[in-house]
């Protein structure tokens, strides 16, 4: 027990200092402005048009790292920093997350599976961690009793959730080895913009390496919990 909540504590401390150094970087980017002053909304729009996309939007929404592609209704959308700001670290994401359309367009397989498991991971996510604990307070009683199973759906719910934190990994690192590509083969940066642009999307990726340790860590805990009871 002792040791699972020291590993814990070190994936906590490790995913606290890739987001701190995330931030920094990020802010330290942002002041590296392009010297072509294409807008990241301008970036974007450029790198789905030389795809041959033209079915999908780039449109702004409000927040902070609120950038995401909607496969859904196929809209690119980025941040208002982001889409307005003419600076390495808006292109590393405008084009990332065009990336993300290039696979959709492209039907890149691990992005496809991401998709399926999209509508359970919604409710698995919020749910499981309740069945489990509801399985756990029944108790397993005699033998393989109905607490036993309870904690086993919830058990599964959670697996479903933490394949799906680790196969976002492969979507994640593709799109942006996709925009690093293109935004290296169409000189939309220098090379100074360029390494600035491949290490903000290093570190962003690393953010969802130490989400997916995590849950891993946290399944192996409920595993012990459930299946190592006498």
């Known amino acids: 027990m002792g040791t699972y909540y020291l590993l814990l504590g070190l994936i906590a401390l490790v995913s606290w200092m890739v987001s701190s150094t995330l931030k920094r970087k990020f802010a330290k980017y942002s002041k590296t402005h392009l010297r072509n002053g294409m807008s990241g909304a301008e970036i974007a729009e450029k790198m789905l048009a030389d795809h041959g996309i033209n079915n999908v939007r780039v449109v702004s929404v409000k927040g902070r790292l609120t950038d995401h592609y909607n496969p859904k209704d196929r809209t690119v959308n980025l941040s208002e920093a982001v889409y307005h700001e003419r600076n390495a670290a808006a292109a590393a994401v405008a084009a990332h997350e065009?990336?993300?359309?290039?696979q959709h367009a492209q039907a890149y397989s691990w992005l496809q599976t991401r998709s399926t498991l999209v509508p359970i991971v919604n409710v698995s996510s919020s749910l499981s961690m309740w069945i489990i604990l509801a399985g756990l307070m029944l108790g397993f009683g005699a033998g393989l009793g109905l607490g036993f199973w309870v904690a086993v759906l919830g058990f599964g719910l959670m697996a479903v959730a933490t394949v799906f934190s680790f196969v976002t990994l492969p979507v994640e690192y593709d799109a942006s080895n996709r925009a690093l590509a293109w935004l290296k083969s169409r000189n939309i940066v220098s090379r100074e913009e360029y390494k600035d642009a491949e290490d903000a999307l290093k570190w962003a990726a690393r953010t969802y390496l130490v989400a997916a340790l995590g849950a891993l860590a946290t399944l192996?805990?409920?595993?012990?919990?459930?299946?190592?009871r006498d």
């Not at 192996?220 to 190592?228: E, H, K, N, V």
């Open 98 to 102: 065009c990336g993300h359309a290039v």
């Open 220 to 228: 192996m805990y409920w595993a012990l919990q459930i299946f190592g």
